[in-house]
């Protein structure tokens, strides 16, 4: 499968195509790790189709998406697995996911997991920012603009006043991110940190579907 580009994950996700065993049904944002992971391990008998990335900036429409794409899909695959942890939802996404019969990611949110959801609450950082590889690609679409930091630099330290430093969680080793993602933490006014987690318990998670 070609993975489609990043405005496309964003805006409008991905279909899935054809009917099989499982049906991988994600975030946007997780799209290339996915088909990563899925490729580098042969599974043929998983499909993927992920919902708008965007969802994220409006989380309380997360778990309608969901049980709406689970309704349309279940008929052509023998399971389906939710690719999302928590994610803003307050626990609604997983009473949504047991109703329906579905297993899903474990954890808080992307950072989380990809760090290791033991790791993360070890590490208890409530004074940092995540970027991961797609949220660095999207900085603007999702950091910039929603909070209109494009028009009104002013706010930055409204909003980011709290915070200490910005951490990116890497899942490929690519400089050109590194670099960008350290201008997005010069934008924001914080100390940067750079950590390679690769894919972390989101492979642990996909393992158990194989």
Not at 7 to 31: I, N, S, W, Y
Request: proline content about 4%.
């Amino acid at each position: 499968m070609t993975t489609p580009d990043d405005t496309t994950l964003r805006d409008e996700g991905l279909a899935p195509v054809g009917a099989g065993r499982v049906l991988l049904l994600a975030c946007g944002a997780l799209a290339r790790e996915i088909l990563a992971v899925k490729e580098s391990n042969g599974w043929d008998h998983m499909t993927l189709a992920c919902l708008p990335a965007i969802l994220h900036n409006t989380p309380d429409k997360i778990v309608p998406a969901v049980r709406e794409a689970v309704s349309k899909h279940k008929e052509n695959f023998d399971k389906i697995f939710v690719v999302y942890a928590d994610c803003g939802t307050g626990g609604l996404l997983k009473v949504a996911c047991d109703e329906m019969g579905v297993e899903m990611v474990e954890g808080p949110h992307c950072y989380s997991f990809y760090d290791g959801n033991a790791e993360f609450e070890a590490r208890g950082e409530v004074t940092s920012f995540f970027l991961t590889d797609f949220l660095c690609r999207q900085f603007d679409a999702f950091v910039t603009k929603p909070l209109g930091l494009d028009r009104h630099p002013e706010l930055r330290d409204l909003y980011f006043g709290n915070y200490e430093k910005l951490v990116y969680q890497a899942q490929q080793r690519d400089p050109a991110l590194e670099e960008k993602a350290k201008a997005c933490a010069a934008f924001l006014g914080l100390e940067y940190e750079y950590r390679f987690t690769g894919y972390g318990d989101l492979e642990t998670a996909l393992t158990s579907q194989a």
